[in-house]
């Protein structure tokens, strides 16, 4: 479990930022982002996975949270 | 000399890896890499911020140094105590020039060194005691201080005294600002952790003081972040950020102040120029304060027009409108500026290795200069940095991670810079290797080199080292050639 946080980057798209790591990348894509439910499995641009609690609702963003690291290519 | 090629540079590397044996070898060689253009991800090619091998010798310094020196050591209103024996405050204090307003030693304190002067008593029975009589002292003895910080040395941690206890209560006699700051040196592996834990304790005890307070506020209230004055850079800055109509209120932390740091949470924009030291309490004032933060680069005409159209863009037309009338007031001044100089520096090759910003954001200036930078590192820089530096610099180049003294000195060698800009420690090996050499850490005790008004000092600064007449003196005229006095002869 890593502290991460998840940011609105300029071009539209969410960012993700693992401190530790210095990892600062693009989100590919979330599993879920709907109204109701939003989190899961973030595939990071350089294939990474990290596994976020799905939230009853989209936050506001930048948020920090919690996140398992699934799959990481280093 | 003619610009490397990829292959040329890998070859130096591994030239210069030899000496190591096998085990040091093996860990150099990633923090080497020749800089490849389509890399998105520097960790592909180089890694950084990793523990130092012992037994070379490099140019790091610790925590202590991250939060005293850097962040805290600025804050000219507050008394920064230097908690533990002598030698870190006395060698910490004043020496990057972070200029101020104020009359020191009754309003503004930068530069005298307060210490609590750790004897071996104070290890044995603990320095609690010893540390809040000290902060009577200073509040009797320097009653307009507006807050102390405790910047822990290493002994701080090791014998476990309760700094936050003291500064708690502290806080609650004198009614002011007390900030415990955990930054023992042994913490991590270069100054770059003592940024991040001074960045904590800010957000931890400064940061919310003032939340809910009323506050004077327009549409158009910045901060500058993470510019340190040196040799006057936030002022150089902030005169046209004003010009463009924005109003500057704050500065972290050159010639700043603990009430412009309560005020910070205010602003409509955090304007961030040393990302490394501190993008920590930028990405916490947007998560908390949802206050946008950019990085922005003053080195260079280039540059800063780049980056003001680009903090234009956060506001409304009339901004937009002052940022183009100010980009059009200084260019004619620039193009005097390029014109007098690039003449003189045109094609020089310059090789950089600073700390945790320049080596990547003076590119711009250099270049404006019509110079090239062959080779760059940082000290202590992470991943992201990197990351940011792969774009700024050429294919090829050369690219060092906290590069030791050998192996710098044989890259200058090889590489044969006209320039070299560096830190305080590597200035003199280079002069004496008869190579122009500029500080570029505190500006070789020149400056401002910031903005519009910098760009001219760096210009001047730049063609006097270089093209300075003793750099053709090296040889002593009884070792010089028959020919060149025949030269002289028949001139």
Same mark, same amino acid.
């Given at each position: 479990?890593?502290?991460?946080?998840?940011?609105?980057?300029?071009?539209?798209?969410?960012?993700?930022?693992?401190?530790?790591?210095?990892?600062?990348?693009?989100?590919?894509?979330?599993?879920?982002?709907?109204?109701?439910?939003?989190?899961?499995?973030?595939?990071?641009?350089?294939?990474?996975?990290?596994?976020?609690?799905?939230?009853?609702?989209?936050?506001?963003?930048?948020?920090?949270?919690?996140?398992?690291?699934?799959?990481?290519?280093? | 000399?003619?610009?490397?090629?990829?292959?040329?540079?890998?070859?130096?590397?591994?030239?210069?890896?030899?000496?190591?044996?096998?085990?040091?070898?093996?860990?150099?060689?990633?923090?080497?890499?020749?800089?490849?253009?389509?890399?998105?991800?520097?960790?592909?090619?180089?890694?950084?911020?990793?523990?130092?091998?012992?037994?070379?010798?490099?140019?790091?310094?610790? =925590?202590?140094?991250?939060?005293?020196?850097?962040?805290?050591?600025?804050?000219?209103?507050?008394?920064?105590?230097?908690? %533990?024996?002598?030698?870190?405050?006395?060698?910490?204090?004043?020496?990057?020039?972070?200029?101020?307003?104020?009359?020191?030693?009754?309003?503004?304190?930068?530069?005298?060194?307060?210490?609590?002067?750790?004897?071996?008593?104070?290890?044995?029975?603990?320095?609690?005691?010893?540390?809040?009589?000290?902060?009577?002292?200073?509040?009797?003895?320097?009653?307009?201080?507006?807050?102390?910080?405790?910047?822990?040395?290493?002994?701080?941690?090791?014998?476990?005294?309760?700094?936050?206890?003291?500064?708690?209560?502290?806080?609650?006699?004198?009614?002011?600002?007390?900030?415990?700051?955990?930054?023992?040196?042994?913490?991590?592996?270069?100054?770059?952790?003592?940024?991040?834990?001074?960045?904590?304790?800010?957000?931890? +005890?400064?940061?919310?003081?003032?939340?809910?307070?009323?506050?004077?506020?327009?549409?158009?209230?910045?901060?500058?972040?993470?510019?340190?004055?040196?040799?006057?850079?936030?002022? =150089?800055?902030?005169?046209?950020?004003?010009?463009?109509?924005?109003?500057?209120?704050?500065?972290?932390?050159?010639?700043?102040?603990?009430?412009?740091?309560?005020?910070?949470?205010?602003?409509?924009?955090?304007?961030?120029?040393?990302?490394?030291?501190?993008?920590?309490?930028?990405?916490?004032?947007?998560?908390?304060?949802?206050?946008? +933060?950019?990085?922005?680069?003053?080195?260079?005409?280039?540059?800063?027009?780049?980056?003001?159209?680009?903090?234009?863009?956060?506001?409304?037309?009339?901004?937009?409108?002052?940022?183009?009338?100010?980009?059009?007031?200084?260019?004619?001044?620039?193009?005097?500026?390029?014109?007098?100089?690039?003449?003189?520096?045109?094609?020089?090759?310059?090789?950089?290795?600073?700390?945790?910003?320049?080596?990547?954001?003076?590119?711009?200036?250099?270049?404006?200069?019509?110079?090239?930078?062959?080779?760059?590192?940082?000290?202590?820089?992470?991943?992201?940095?990197?990351?940011?530096?792969?774009?700024?610099?050429?294919?090829?180049?050369?690219?060092?991670?906290?590069?030791?003294?050998?192996?710098?000195?044989?890259?200058?060698?090889?590489?044969?810079?006209?320039?070299?800009?560096? %830190?305080?420690?590597?200035?003199?090996?280079?002069?004496?290797?008869?190579?122009?050499?500029?500080?570029?850490?505190? +500006?070789?005790?020149?400056?401002?080199?910031?903005?519009?008004?910098?760009?001219?000092?760096?210009?001047?600064?730049?063609?006097?080292?270089?093209?300075?007449?003793? +750099?053709?003196?090296?040889?002593?005229?009884?070792?010089?050639?028959?020919?060149?006095?025949?030269?002289?002869?028949?001139?």
């Amino acid at each position: 479990m890593a502290n991460i946080m998840i940011r609105k980057t300029a071009e539209g798209g969410l960012s993700f930022y693992l401190p530790k790591r210095d990892l600062e990348d693009n989100i590919v894509s979330i599993e879920f982002d709907q109204a109701d439910k939003w989190g899961g499995e973030l595939k990071l641009a350089n294939g990474g996975t990290y596994y976020v609690d799905p939230m009853d609702a989209p936050p506001k963003l930048p948020i920090s949270v919690r996140a398992k690291r699934v799959d990481a290519p280093e | 000399m003619s610009t490397l090629t990829r292959e040329e540079t890998e070859s130096l590397i591994q030239e210069v890896l030899e000496v190591y044996p096998e085990k040091a070898k093996k860990d150099r060689a990633k923090h080497l890499a020749v800089n490849d253009q389509s890399i998105e991800q520097s960790k592909k090619c180089i890694t950084s911020n990793r523990k130092s091998q012992p037994g070379v010798m490099t140019i790091r310094g610790c =925590a202590y140094a991250g939060s005293r020196g850097v962040v805290w050591g600025p804050v000219k209103d507050m008394i920064h105590i230097s908690h %533990g024996p002598v030698g870190c405050g006395q060698y910490s204090r004043g020496g990057r020039r972070n200029y101020y307003v104020g009359a020191t030693g009754v309003n503004t304190f930068a530069e005298i060194n307060f210490t609590s002067d750790f004897q071996e008593k104070d290890i044995v029975f603990g320095g609690d005691k010893k540390l809040a009589k000290i902060m009577q002292e200073i509040e009797q003895l320097f009653p307009l201080h507006k807050g102390i910080s405790v910047q822990s040395e290493c002994p701080i941690g090791l014998i476990g005294d309760d700094i936050e206890a003291v500064s708690k209560k502290a806080a609650k006699e004198m009614n002011k600002v007390v900030v415990p700051v955990r930054c023992e040196g042994f913490r991590g592996v270069s100054q770059s952790l003592g940024h991040h834990i001074a960045n904590d304790a800010i957000r931890d +005890w400064v940061l919310s003081n003032r939340d809910g307070q009323h506050f004077e506020s327009t549409p158009y209230d910045v901060t500058i972040i993470g510019d340190y004055n040196i040799g006057g850079d936030a002022w =150089a800055s902030r005169i046209f950020l004003e010009e463009m109509g924005l109003r500057v209120i704050a500065q972290w932390s050159g010639d700043g102040t603990i009430a412009e740091m309560e005020n910070t949470p205010k602003a409509k924009l955090n304007l961030l120029h040393c990302y490394r030291s501190m993008n920590y309490i930028s990405r916490h004032m947007e998560e908390k304060y949802g206050i946008p +933060w950019m990085e922005y680069n003053f080195f260079g005409p280039t540059k800063i027009e780049e980056s003001l159209r680009r903090i234009a863009a956060f506001f409304d037309d009339s901004i937009k409108e002052k940022c183009e009338a100010v980009i059009a007031k200084y260019k004619p001044m620039m193009q005097a500026v390029i014109d007098k100089y690039k003449p003189r520096l045109q094609g020089k090759k310059v090789m950089l290795y600073v700390g945790g910003l320049r080596p990547r954001h003076v590119i711009g200036a250099y270049e404006d200069l019509g110079m090239e930078v062959v080779g760059t590192g940082y000290e202590f820089a992470h991943g992201d940095d990197y990351d940011r530096t792969i774009k700024e610099m050429g294919n090829a180049t050369l690219l060092y991670d906290d590069v030791t003294g050998f192996e710098l000195e044989e890259f200058v060698k090889r590489i044969k810079p006209d320039l070299v800009g560096s %830190g305080i420690k590597e200035k003199y090996i280079f002069q004496k290797m008869g190579i122009p050499f500029r500080q570029m850490h505190s +500006w070789d005790y020149s400056g401002p080199y910031h903005g519009y008004d910098g760009f001219a000092i760096f210009a001047r600064d730049m063609d006097m080292t270089l093209n300075n007449p003793c +750099w053709g003196k090296q040889t002593p005229p009884w070792k010089k050639s028959a020919d060149a006095d025949e030269v002289k002869a028949a001139a």
